[in-house]
């Protein structure tokens, strides 16, 4: 393991313990419908991350669809983390991705998108007009899209800074995979909240009807 390695593991392991401290467990424990969601959107984080493409030759990063920008708007920011930790652990122990760099997928691959878009959401939601169109778009579609990149321009950093490949094949094999990755990232979420607030809106913790719908 190496250094950033570790230190992205000590920060991943501090973050997640904070989540778990400022968690109302005896809540979780009671209430079936949130261990539902949580275990449920875990499970489909984790099947849709067995899927990708990777960069032939060492220790391969991984091109996925994400779904977490979704994932944050359906379970709130604590969750999300904690359900795209349980998809990781789970793609970790059937060798999809490496225990060594475990740190920093959960930052930089989980912590930062998350967080990136929860960010937009919060200002989406405190300083424009409260609007389906402004809820899906710029809460779901946009951010997902944006996520992605993000995700994928720190991942290209640190393999760098680390050694692991050089920047030409990081830019060439890597990072020229962000164009073709926006439009269905953003699709992928921004339909899912779509498609949610239409039948369910009940399971998306961040909508609420008085806010998007009453005297619309």
Same mark, same amino acid.
């Given at each position: 393991?190496?250094?950033? =390695?570790?230190?992205?593991?000590l920060? &991943?392991?501090?973050?997640? *313990?904070?989540?778990?401290r400022? !968690?109302?467990?005896?809540?979780?424990?009671?209430?079936? =419908? @949130? =261990?539902?969601?949580?275990?449920?959107?875990?499970?489909?984080?984790?099947?849709?991350?067995?899927?990708?493409?990777?960069?032939? *030759?060492? /220790?391969? %990063?991984?091109?996925?669809f +994400?779904?977490?920008?979704a994932?944050?708007? $359906?379970?709130? &920011?604590?969750?999300?983390?904690?359900a795209?930790?349980?998809a990781?652990? *789970? #793609?970790?122990?059937?060798?999809?991705?490496?225990?060594?760099?475990?740190? $920093?997928?959960? +930052?930089?691959?989980? #912590?930062?998108?998350?967080?990136?878009?929860?960010?937009?959401?919060?200002?989406?939601?405190h @300083?424009? /007009?409260?609007?389906?169109?402004?809820?899906?778009?710029?809460? #779901?579609?946009i951010p997902?899209?944006?996520?992605i990149?993000? @995700?994928?321009?720190?991942?290209?950093?640190?393999?760098?800074?680390?050694?692991?490949?050089?920047?030409?094949?990081? @830019?060439?094999?890597?990072?020229?995979?962000? %164009?073709?990755?926006?439009? /269905?990232?953003?699709?992928?979420?921004?339909?899912?909240?779509? !498609?949610? !607030?239409?039948?369910?809106?009940?399971?998306?913790?961040?909508?609420?009807?008085?806010?998007?719908?009453?005297?619309?």
């Amino acid at each position: 393991m190496t250094t950033l =390695q570790l230190v992205g593991l000590l920060l &991943f392991a501090v973050l997640l *313990g904070t989540i778990a401290r400022n !968690i109302h467990w005896s809540e979780f424990v009671a209430t079936k =419908q @949130k =261990q539902h969601m949580l275990f449920g959107c875990a499970a489909a984080v984790f099947f849709l991350w067995i899927f990708r493409a990777s960069v032939p *030759g060492g /220790p391969s %990063p991984s091109v996925h669809f +994400m779904w977490l920008v979704a994932l944050a708007l $359906i379970l709130g &920011f604590r969750y999300a983390i904690m359900a795209a930790t349980i998809a990781l652990i *789970g #793609a970790t122990a059937i060798g999809k991705e490496s225990w060594a760099m475990f740190g $920093i997928n959960g +930052m930089l691959g989980i #912590a930062a998108p998350i967080a990136f878009s929860y960010m937009l959401f919060i200002l989406a939601f405190h @300083k424009l /007009p409260r609007n389906l169109f402004i809820y899906v778009f710029l809460c #779901a579609f946009i951010p997902g899209a944006l996520a992605i990149a993000l @995700k994928i321009s720190l991942m290209s950093g640190y393999y760098v800074l680390d050694g692991i490949y050089s920047w030409s094949t990081v @830019k060439d094999s890597y990072l020229i995979l962000i %164009p073709l990755l926006l439009f /269905p990232e953003g699709m992928l979420n921004g339909m899912t909240m779509t !498609i949610l !607030i239409i039948y369910f809106p009940g399971l998306a913790y961040t909508f609420h009807d008085k806010f998007y719908i009453d005297g619309k």
